[in-house]
């Protein structure tokens, strides 16, 4: 049966959670899945996470901020964005501002871009 893990960064703490049968085949999957950009040498850190077990799918970037206390980078500014900042906002579940002016000024750069932004749907 499946199990989650948490796979991190060693230096970095970027991490993620991935649903697999055991620690050696979350840590493959972590890095086939190229999360940590291009670090062919790494040996990232990985813990089981029953918390997350009964997911059926893994917790959006939202879920895990909200309840799991998690921090990512603001999409357009790379401040740390956690639980305890007030002012985040989101676009969907996924793209993560630390406040209301870096998220306009992503979504004017990605209005503005010839090929258009990855989303269209603006949260508050």
């Known amino acids: 049966m499946a199990k989650a893990f948490i796979v991190k960064h060693p230096d970095s703490g970027q991490g993620v959670v991935v649903i697999a049968e055991n620690a050696g085949k979350a840590r493959a999957a972590a890095i086939a899945d190229d999360i940590f950009h291009d670090c062919e040498f790494l040996d990232p850190v990985v813990r089981r996470a029953p918390e997350f077990d009964d997911c059926k799918i893994v917790p ?39 406040n209301h002016w870096c998220r306009a000024q992503y979504r004017e750069r990605t209005e503005d871009d010839s090929e258009g932004g990855p989303e269209t749907r603006w949260d508050s």
């Open 60 to 98: 959006t970037r939202k879920e895990l901020v909200d309840k799991h206390c998690w921090w990512f980078e603001c999409e357009c500014c790379g401040e740390a964005v956690h639980e305890y900042n007030g002012d985040r906002r989101w676009i969907g579940e996924g793209l993560i501002f630390c």
